[in-house]
């Protein structure tokens, strides 16, 4: 079981980046899918993005593609998720997650572990 703990949640101007963390404790962790989701007021939590446990593949929301990074640090047990250019559409609570094995995208239904979220808020 992975157990993770976000960092890096702060208000941001729009246009800006930031750079969110996650450590994510566990015996589980290098052979788990690492993702992020999002959870705006008055919205569904959303998948962002997700990267597979030999970080081959990452994965990706069409609203934040070209502009967010996710990568992960297998030797210090997190991930990171660089986000370049927000937009006050990004401010939502920041969750990270893990996935013991399988392939492909981290879906919601699917996650074994969540983070307590950090926020973002990007305003002016």
């Known amino acids: 079981q992975v157990h993770p703990q976000e960092s890096g949640g702060e208000l941001v101007q729009p246009g800006g980046s930031l750079r969110l963390s996650c450590a994510a404790s566990?015996?589980?962790?290098?052979?788990?899918?690492l993702g992020w989701f999002r959870q705006a007021p008055g919205k569904e939590r959303e998948f962002v993005a997700s990267?597979?446990?030999?970080?081959?593949?990452?994965y990706y929301a069409d609203s934040v593609k070209g502009r967010f990074t996710i990568s992960r640090d297998n030797a210090e047990s997190t991930v990171h998720l660089q986000m370049n250019s927000l937009s006050v559409e990004d401010t939502a609570v920041y969750y990270c997650?893990?996935?013991?094995?399988?392939?492909?995208?981290?879906?919601?239904?699917?996650?074994?572990?969540w983070g307590q979220g950090t926020q973002v808020t990007v305003s002016s």
């Open positions: 566990g015996r589980t962790f290098n052979r788990s899918r």
């Open positions: 990267i597979t446990w030999s970080s081959s593949n990452a």
């Open positions: 997650a893990a996935a013991y094995g399988g392939s492909g995208p981290l879906n919601k239904l699917g996650i074994g572990s």
